[in-house]
């Protein structure tokens, strides 16, 4: 791993740390994120993060389990292999969703709670509640739409290393 490399993978631990999880499983993404080839053994993983080989395991439980991480095998291979699959964003989307869900039900329970109350008093929580249902309607329609621009990019960038002339937008 390259110092550029490493101080990539350390501030992707110290950003996924500070979000809830463990600074281990942003290192682990990170480097997942990065590395090749794109599959690695635990043994690797352990290698190059300078970790063992159950830190390794418990935060590949950890990462599989929100969708950031996929675990395959090799037929004739013992070893699992570890990669950071393309579509773990929308893994990471899907979780936010189900967050602002779960924020909405809170805040409409608040909404019943303070039902009563003259709209001045009302305005704060009903402002939140509002927020949270936009979105959390928006989520979807925002991820379709990075999939269709993302697909668009990828698709001109591969155009134009195959040498086809790059397209003409108005």
């Known amino acids: ?12 631990g110290r950003y996924l740390g500070s979000g809830g999880m463990t600074p281990m499983a942003g290192r682990m993404w990170g480097w997942l994120l990065i590395c090749v080839p794109p599959e690695q053994t635990a043994a690797q993983l352990a290698d190059e993060l300078h970790a063992s080989r159950g830190a390794i395991s418990g935060t590949a439980r950890i990462l599989e389990t929100v969708g950031f991480i996929r675990r395959t095998t090799r037929r004739g291979d013992r070893r699992e292999y570890f990669s950071a699959p393309p579509e773990a964003f929308r893994a990471l989307l899907q979780g936010a969703g189900a967050s602002y869900r779960r924020f909405r039900d809170v805040t409409e329970q608040g909404i019943g709670v303070i039902a009563d109350l003259p709209p001045p008093a ?6 939140v509640h509002d927020f949270v249902v936009f979105v959390e309607a928006e989520l979807p329609a925002m991820y379709d739409r990075f999939v269709r621009e993302r697909a668009q990019r990828v698709a001109e960038d591969e155009g134009l290393r195959s040498g086809q002339p790059e397209a003409i937008t108005a």
């Open 1 to 12: 791993m390259t110092n550029e490399q490493a101080a990539f993978v350390e501030a992707m």
């Open 122 to 127: 009302r305005r704060r929580l009903e402002e």
